[in-house]
């Protein structure tokens, strides 16, 4: 599986919001579950959200739970992460990633592919 982050980053101020979007090669997508991770300078990668291979499930962090949304088009191949309400604390990049367990996952270290990341930037 390939993963190509589609775009959607970029510099947003407060308040604002963004779409990342991850399209992914391979099949079958529906059995792969997706998370989107986000690095900080200086901080380790952390968890943001996933969601199950046919989207049935999903998990947030604290930290972005009611102001991301995740989603997916198994048609496209493609997930999404809705961020609303961008706080400068959610200034990272931002990593797609697939892992060939259909379940919900949270941990990095479960994910067996991952996509470039995509720079996100909230201003204050």
């Known amino acids: 599986v390939q993963l190509q982050a589609c775009g959607g980053g970029g510099l947003v101020q407060a308040g604002g919001c963004l779409r990342l979007s991850c399209a992914a090669s391979g099949r079958p997508f529906s059995s792969y579950a997706m998370g989107w991770f986000r690095q900080a300078p200086g901080k380790e990668r952390e968890f943001v959200a996933a969601?199950?291979?046919?989207?049935?499930?999903?998990d947030y962090a604290d930290s972005v739970k009611g102001r991301f949304t995740i989603s997916r088009d198994n048609a496209k191949n493609t997930v999404y992460l809705q961020m609303n309400s961008l706080k400068p604390e959610d200034t990272a990049v931002y990593y797609c990633?697939?892992?060939?367990?259909?379940?919900?996952?949270?941990?990095?270290?479960?994910?067996?592919?991952w996509g470039q990341g995509t720079q996100v930037t909230v201003s204050s």
């Open positions: 969601i199950s291979g046919r989207g049935g499930s999903t």
């Open positions: 990633a697939a892992t060939r367990d259909s379940r919900v996952v949270t941990f990095g270290y479960e994910y067996d592919y």
